[in-house]
């Protein structure tokens, strides 16, 4: 079974530019996480989906920050414009239902210079 | 304010020996703790989990100990291998649709051979 798989693996971008992540989310998962993880810290979640609507986005920086998942299957993380703080590991991950097993991709790494 | 403590930030240990990292939280309404093992590189990955109602799981070296009164649980890697060095994130969540996950701040473990 192919896993959650993320694109680009790795981004470098200087402050104030854009930049956009996708994720493919495992085959039939109905929920789907974008998290944040800065080096040396825990994933800090930024918005779940259930199918194409948002259950959670209170964590996300919405001045600069905007996900959509208009299928319900895969998704995208926008970041426009980016600061120096954002430079981080943004993580999608999917599961099942609400409640099961939640499944990591393996990261899109952000530095912004 | 942080919800999941999780210590010790780093632990190195010789092969053989036992690993035991602990973690404690604050929100009684926790009912779902999980452990994730995250390598380099890659994405956070399920270990092992446990729910409040048992105070052991056990899933080959892998031992989850909960404490429900003093809201403490802790990951006991017995005979610890080389091939476990990784860093550790305690995580929890509650009740509920959302069923979103709280993660430690890791512990990154080094087993020495």
């Known amino acids: 079974e192919a896993g959650v798989a993320q694109s680009p693996r790795y981004k470098i971008i200087e402050k104030r530019q854009s930049v956009a992540f996708w994720c493919n989310p495992i085959s039939g998962h109905a929920t789907l996480y974008w998290y944040q993880q800065i080096l040396g810290q825990g994933p800090k979640l930024l918005i779940q989906f259930q199918n194409n609507g948002v259950v959670d986005d209170s964590q996300l920086p919405k001045d600069r920050f905007s996900a959509e998942r208009l299928k319900g299957v895969d998704s995208t993380l926008k970041i426009q414009p980016a600061k120096l703080e954002d430079s981080a590991v943004y993580l999608c991950a999917s599961s099942l239902q609400p409640g099961n097993t939640i499944y990591f991709g393996e990261g899109s790494w952000l530095t912004v210079v | 304010q942080q919800q999941v403590k999780q210590s010790p930030q780093s632990l190195i240990v010789q092969k053989g020996g036992i690993s035991i990292i602990n973690c404690a939280y604050e929100n009684t309404a926790f009912d779902y703790f999980p452990w994730y093992q995250q390598f380099p590189g890659k994405g956070p990955a399920l270990l092992i989990a446990?729910?409040?109602?048992?105070s052991e799981k056990k899933e080959g070296r892998f031992t989850i100990s909960f404490n429900k009164s003093a809201k403490q649980f802790s990951l006991h890697i017995m005979d610890s291998q080389p091939g476990d060095s990784a860093t550790y994130f305690c995580?929890?969540?509650?009740?509920?649709?959302?069923?979103?996950?709280?993660f430690g701040s890791g512990t990154q473990l080094t087993v020495l051979p």
């Open positions: 446990i729910r409040p109602d048992v």
């Open positions: 995580a929890a969540s509650t009740k509920g649709s959302a069923r979103q996950l709280t």
